[in-house]
């Protein structure tokens, strides 16, 4: 598989795992740091070591985790890594009887992106960052069939892989000579509207 793209989910089992708040929570620590602890992450998402441990190694027993090797040894804790650039949930390759499934999950998802919205604008305006400055919000209403939908996520999501994949150092790793860079929370949704 490349490890690049992000993994078609094809196991209902591991849709379900992703509904758990703290495993979403986890993941998302992870994506931002590349590599870390349990310890850390758990820091990160307010949680104990020894459950962010559990849910950690859950993950990685479902092929969503693993243990980075190339990290270096901090003792008895092992570091981790995602084992792809992101997994892709769809009823089309789950199949259609995980739509209720598929809701849950994006309920989740949701609610996650609402926090560290709420965070965003909890942390209070700073007009001498540049980052704070240039976060925008756009929303729109489309009419759309079924495969302007589809076509849809799929043009989204190439325009995001081809932003992440271009593996600049993060802003306390930038050289001098290069512009500095910041992990951005991206999200998108699109849904029927009642």
């Known amino acids: 598989m490349d490890e690049q793209q992000p993994r078609r989910v094809t ?4 849709l379900k795992s992703f509904s758990h708040p703290l495993r979403l929570r986890l993941y998302y620590a992870l994506a931002k ?6 310890t ?14 559990y849910h950690l190694s859950r993950m990685a027993e479902l092929g969503v985790l693993e243990e980075d090797d190339a990290a270096p040894a901090r003792g008895r804790e092992r570091y981790w890594k995602r084992s792809t650039q992101g997994l892709s949930f769809t009823a089309d390759s789950l199949g259609s009887d995980t739509v209720s ?3 849950v999950l994006h309920r989740g998802q949701a609610g996650i992106h609402f926090e560290h919205l709420q965070e ?17 919000g756009s929303d729109m209403v489309l009419n759309l069939s079924r495969a302007e939908v589809d076509l849809l996520r799929e043009q989204l999501t190439e325009v995001l892989l081809r932003f992440r994949d271009n593996n600049r150092p993060t802003d306390s790793a930038a050289s001098a000579a290069e512009e500095a860079t910041r992990s951005m929370f991206v999200f998108v949704h699109a849904f029927p509207m009642r």
């Not at 196991?11 to 591991?14: A, L, M, R, T, Y």
């Open 40 to 53: 850390s992450l758990a820091k990160d998402v307010e949680t104990t070591a020894q459950l962010a441990f």
């Open 33 to 38: 740091r590349g590599s870390a602890t349990a």
């Open 101 to 103: 499934d598929l809701e």
């Open 11 to 14: 196991q209902v089992e591991v």
């Open 120 to 136: 965003f604008f909890a942390s209070g305006p700073d007009a001498e960052d540049e980052f704070r400055t240039a976060a925008f």
